[in-house]
Protein backbone atom coordinates (compact mmCIF):
# COMPACT_ATOMS: atom_id res chain seq x y z
CA UNK A 1 0.00 0.00 0.00
CA UNK A 2 1.00 3.40 -0.63
CA UNK A 3 2.40 5.51 1.95
CA UNK A 4 1.21 8.67 0.73
CA UNK A 5 -1.26 10.38 -1.59
CA UNK A 6 -1.36 13.48 -3.66
CA UNK A 7 -3.97 15.68 -3.54
CA UNK A 8 -4.48 19.74 -4.69
CA UNK A 9 -3.81 22.31 -2.48
CA UNK A 10 -3.34 26.11 -2.48
CA UNK A 11 -0.06 27.17 -1.23
CA UNK A 12 0.28 31.03 -0.42
CA UNK A 13 3.36 32.92 -1.09
CA UNK A 14 3.31 36.35 0.06
CA UNK A 15 0.13 38.19 -1.84
CA UNK A 16 0.35 35.56 -4.98
CA UNK A 17 -1.42 31.92 -4.99
CA UNK A 18 -1.75 28.77 -7.08
CA UNK A 19 -3.15 25.74 -6.97
CA UNK A 20 -0.89 22.43 -7.39
CA UNK A 21 0.23 18.89 -6.46
CA UNK A 22 1.06 18.03 -2.99
CA UNK A 23 1.94 14.69 -0.96
CA UNK A 24 0.40 13.89 1.60
CA UNK A 25 1.38 10.63 3.82
CA UNK A 26 -1.09 8.42 4.79
CA UNK A 27 -2.48 7.45 8.29
CA UNK A 28 -3.80 3.90 9.26
CA UNK A 29 -5.67 2.60 12.70
CA UNK A 30 -4.38 -0.93 12.93
CA UNK A 31 -6.30 -3.11 15.11
CA UNK A 32 -4.61 -6.14 16.11
CA UNK A 33 -6.00 -9.34 17.71
CA UNK A 34 -4.38 -12.76 18.91
CA UNK A 35 -6.58 -15.92 18.18
CA UNK A 36 -9.58 -13.51 17.90
CA UNK A 37 -9.52 -11.67 20.86
CA UNK A 38 -8.51 -7.92 20.28
CA UNK A 39 -5.43 -6.92 21.72
CA UNK A 40 -4.48 -3.06 20.66
CA UNK A 41 -4.94 -0.15 18.48
CA UNK A 42 -2.91 2.07 17.25
CA UNK A 43 -2.45 4.50 14.09
CA UNK A 44 0.32 3.76 11.52
CA UNK A 45 2.04 3.90 8.24
CA UNK A 46 0.44 0.89 5.94
CA UNK A 47 3.82 -0.39 5.34
CA UNK A 48 5.94 -3.20 6.86
CA UNK A 49 3.11 -4.05 9.34
CA UNK A 50 4.15 -7.50 10.33
CA UNK A 51 8.02 -5.83 11.17
CA UNK A 52 5.72 -3.30 13.58
CA UNK A 53 3.76 -5.89 14.87
CA UNK A 54 6.50 -8.32 15.86
CA UNK A 55 9.03 -5.91 17.41
CA UNK A 56 6.00 -3.86 19.16
CA UNK A 57 4.59 -7.51 20.81
CA UNK A 58 8.18 -9.18 21.53
CA UNK A 59 9.57 -5.82 22.72
CA UNK A 60 6.38 -4.97 25.50
CA UNK A 61 5.81 -8.54 25.75
CA UNK A 62 2.69 -9.01 25.17
CA UNK A 63 4.07 -12.16 23.72
CA UNK A 64 6.72 -13.89 24.96
CA UNK A 65 8.11 -16.46 21.72
CA UNK A 66 9.16 -15.32 18.51
CA UNK A 67 5.84 -14.79 15.78
CA UNK A 68 6.25 -16.66 12.82
CA UNK A 69 5.21 -14.23 9.73
CA UNK A 70 3.41 -16.62 8.39
CA UNK A 71 0.61 -16.89 11.54
CA UNK A 72 0.10 -12.53 10.77
CA UNK A 73 -2.95 -12.51 8.90
CA UNK A 74 -3.62 -8.96 7.58
CA UNK A 75 -6.42 -7.62 5.71
CA UNK A 76 -6.21 -4.17 4.22
CA UNK A 77 -9.49 -1.50 4.34
CA UNK A 78 -10.44 1.39 5.32
CA UNK A 79 -8.09 0.41 8.64
CA UNK A 80 -5.92 -2.63 8.45
CA UNK A 81 -6.74 -5.30 10.62
CA UNK A 82 -4.50 -7.81 12.00
CA UNK A 83 -5.21 -11.54 13.70
CA UNK A 84 -2.21 -13.21 14.79
CA UNK A 85 -2.37 -17.18 15.47
CA UNK A 86 -0.17 -17.71 18.80
CA UNK A 87 -0.27 -20.76 20.43
CA UNK A 88 0.92 -18.63 23.57
CA UNK A 89 -1.34 -16.40 26.30
CA UNK A 90 -1.26 -12.69 25.66
CA UNK A 91 0.07 -10.57 28.72
CA UNK A 92 -1.51 -7.66 28.67
CA UNK A 93 -1.46 -6.07 31.77
CA UNK A 94 -2.49 -2.23 32.31
CA UNK A 95 -1.82 -0.89 28.89
CA UNK A 96 -1.59 2.68 28.10
CA UNK A 97 -2.23 4.52 25.07
CA UNK A 98 -0.30 8.20 24.66
CA UNK A 99 2.15 9.91 22.93
CA UNK A 100 1.83 10.90 19.67
CA UNK A 101 -0.29 9.03 16.81
CA UNK A 102 -1.30 6.08 19.59
CA UNK A 103 2.00 5.08 20.90
CA UNK A 104 1.65 2.34 23.12
CA UNK A 105 3.63 0.95 26.50
CA UNK A 106 2.55 -1.32 29.27
CA UNK A 107 2.48 -0.51 32.85
CA UNK A 108 4.92 -2.67 33.99
CA UNK A 109 8.33 -2.57 36.37
CA UNK A 110 11.46 -2.46 33.80
CA UNK A 111 14.47 -4.16 34.91
CA UNK A 112 17.10 -2.55 32.81
CA UNK A 113 20.38 -4.38 32.43
CA UNK A 114 23.41 -3.27 31.41
CA UNK A 115 24.66 -3.35 28.25
CA UNK A 116 28.20 -4.40 28.27
CA UNK A 117 28.78 -4.54 24.38
CA UNK A 118 31.95 -3.05 23.61
CA UNK A 119 30.95 -1.66 20.41
CA UNK A 120 32.54 1.54 19.15
CA UNK A 121 32.32 3.93 15.99
CA UNK A 122 34.40 7.07 15.40
CA UNK A 123 33.11 10.43 15.38
CA UNK A 124 33.65 10.87 11.31
CA UNK A 125 31.85 6.96 10.39
CA UNK A 126 29.05 8.31 12.92
CA UNK A 127 28.70 11.25 10.34
CA UNK A 128 28.83 9.31 7.49
CA UNK A 129 26.24 6.97 8.30
CA UNK A 130 23.88 9.61 9.50
CA UNK A 131 24.23 11.74 5.91
CA UNK A 132 23.45 7.86 4.49
CA UNK A 133 20.58 7.64 7.26
CA UNK A 134 18.91 10.79 6.03
CA UNK A 135 19.34 10.40 2.00
CA UNK A 136 16.99 7.57 2.82
CA UNK A 137 14.28 9.14 4.48
CA UNK A 138 12.50 9.54 0.75
CA UNK A 139 9.05 9.85 2.72
CA UNK A 140 9.95 12.80 4.58
CA UNK A 141 11.30 14.31 2.12
CA UNK A 142 7.91 14.42 -0.17
CA UNK A 143 5.74 15.08 2.49
CA UNK A 144 7.71 16.45 5.50
CA UNK A 145 5.49 14.24 7.93
CA UNK A 146 7.85 10.69 8.61
CA UNK A 147 9.80 9.58 11.31
CA UNK A 148 12.72 7.34 10.28
CA UNK A 149 15.33 4.85 12.21
CA UNK A 150 17.75 2.50 11.00
CA UNK A 151 19.94 -0.35 12.24
CA UNK A 152 23.87 -0.21 11.51
CA UNK A 153 27.08 -1.48 12.40
CA UNK A 154 28.96 1.59 11.42
CA UNK A 155 29.65 0.51 7.99
CA UNK A 156 26.22 0.28 6.33
CA UNK A 157 22.59 0.63 6.89
CA UNK A 158 21.35 -2.90 7.88
CA UNK A 159 17.52 -2.12 8.37
CA UNK A 160 15.53 1.34 7.39
CA UNK A 161 12.17 2.23 8.21
CA UNK A 162 9.76 5.30 8.01
CA UNK A 163 6.32 5.94 10.05
CA UNK A 164 4.07 8.59 11.12
CA UNK A 165 4.68 7.57 14.67
CA UNK A 166 8.28 7.54 15.71
CA UNK A 167 7.59 5.12 18.13
CA UNK A 168 6.81 2.54 15.10
CA UNK A 169 9.68 3.45 13.59
CA UNK A 170 11.82 1.97 16.07
CA UNK A 171 9.04 -1.24 16.48
CA UNK A 172 9.70 -1.59 12.37
CA UNK A 173 13.81 -1.89 12.67
CA UNK A 174 13.30 -4.31 16.11
CA UNK A 175 10.57 -6.37 14.09
CA UNK A 176 12.84 -6.55 10.82
CA UNK A 177 16.15 -7.92 12.40
CA UNK A 178 14.64 -9.92 14.43
CA UNK A 179 12.38 -11.27 11.33
CA UNK A 180 15.93 -11.47 9.56
CA UNK A 181 18.08 -12.74 12.26
CA UNK A 182 20.32 -10.07 12.65
CA UNK A 183 21.81 -9.59 16.04
CA UNK A 184 21.70 -6.55 17.61
CA UNK A 185 25.21 -6.56 19.52
CA UNK A 186 27.50 -4.34 17.56
CA UNK A 187 24.49 -2.43 16.38
CA UNK A 188 23.77 1.35 16.68
CA UNK A 189 20.18 2.85 16.32
CA UNK A 190 19.81 6.00 13.88
CA UNK A 191 16.16 7.87 15.03
CA UNK A 192 15.03 11.10 13.20
CA UNK A 193 13.29 12.16 16.29
CA UNK A 194 13.79 12.95 20.03
CA UNK A 195 14.84 10.26 22.04
CA UNK A 196 12.03 9.72 24.64
CA UNK A 197 12.05 6.98 27.63
CA UNK A 198 9.86 4.94 25.47
CA UNK A 199 12.54 4.39 22.71
CA UNK A 200 15.29 4.30 25.11
CA UNK A 201 13.34 1.36 26.58
CA UNK A 202 12.77 -0.36 23.38
CA UNK A 203 16.71 -0.48 22.61
CA UNK A 204 17.84 -0.91 26.12
CA UNK A 205 15.79 -4.37 26.07
CA UNK A 206 17.35 -5.72 23.09
CA UNK A 207 20.92 -4.62 24.20
CA UNK A 208 21.40 -2.02 21.39
CA UNK A 209 25.10 0.00 22.63
CA UNK A 210 24.29 3.18 20.97
CA UNK A 211 21.61 5.13 19.87
CA UNK A 212 22.24 8.49 18.07
CA UNK A 213 19.79 11.34 16.72
CA UNK A 214 19.46 13.99 14.97
CA UNK A 215 17.38 15.78 17.92
CA UNK A 216 17.60 15.97 21.81
CA UNK A 217 16.63 13.45 24.49
CA UNK A 218 14.45 13.72 27.20
CA UNK A 219 15.84 13.87 30.86
CA UNK A 220 14.08 10.37 31.78
CA UNK A 221 15.79 8.88 28.30
CA UNK A 222 19.38 10.23 29.66
CA UNK A 223 18.85 8.24 33.02
CA UNK A 224 17.39 5.09 31.28
CA UNK A 225 20.59 5.35 29.12
CA UNK A 226 22.96 6.02 32.22
CA UNK A 227 21.14 2.88 34.09
CA UNK A 228 21.67 0.75 31.08
CA UNK A 229 24.87 1.35 30.22
CA UNK A 230 23.91 2.84 26.88
CA UNK A 231 25.65 5.41 24.85
CA UNK A 232 23.18 8.36 23.74
CA UNK A 233 24.12 11.18 21.03
CA UNK A 234 21.74 14.03 20.34
CA UNK A 235 22.12 17.18 17.76
CA UNK A 236 23.57 14.71 15.31
CA UNK A 237 24.04 17.46 12.83
CA UNK A 238 27.23 18.61 10.57
CA UNK A 239 30.44 18.57 12.01
CA UNK A 240 28.60 18.38 15.54
CA UNK A 241 27.10 16.02 18.05
CA UNK A 242 26.49 15.87 21.95
CA UNK A 243 27.09 12.76 23.50
CA UNK A 244 25.27 12.60 26.73
CA UNK A 245 26.74 9.09 28.62
CA UNK A 246 28.89 6.59 27.88
CA UNK A 247 31.56 8.87 25.74
CA UNK A 248 33.64 5.46 25.58
CA UNK A 249 32.20 4.19 22.54
CA UNK A 250 32.21 7.34 20.19
CA UNK A 251 35.98 7.55 19.72
Known amino acids: MNPYIKRKIIKKQGTSSEELEDYVAIEKKLRV ?11 CTPLMIKELIIGLFLTEGILINKISPDKIN ?5 DISVDISAGQ ?8 TSRCLGGVTFNKK ?19 IFKEFHQKSEF ?5 CFHSAALSDGK ?7 DIGRHNTVDKIIGYSILEDIPFTGKLMLVSCR ?11 WGIPI ?41
Do not use: W
Not at 140 to 144: K, M, Q
Not at 195 to 205: A, F, M, P, Q, T
Not at 212 to 231: D, F, N, Q, V, Y
Open 33 to 43: SVNGKKVITLY
Open 74 to 78: IICGE
Open 89 to 96: DVLKKGMV
Open 110 to 128: IKFEKVKDNFSITVEALKN
Open 140 to 144: FRLTG
Open 156 to 162: RILAFAE
Open 195 to 205: ISSEIISKCSR
Open 211 to 251: IASRAAPTHLAIEIAEKSGITLAGFVRGDSLNVYNNPQRII
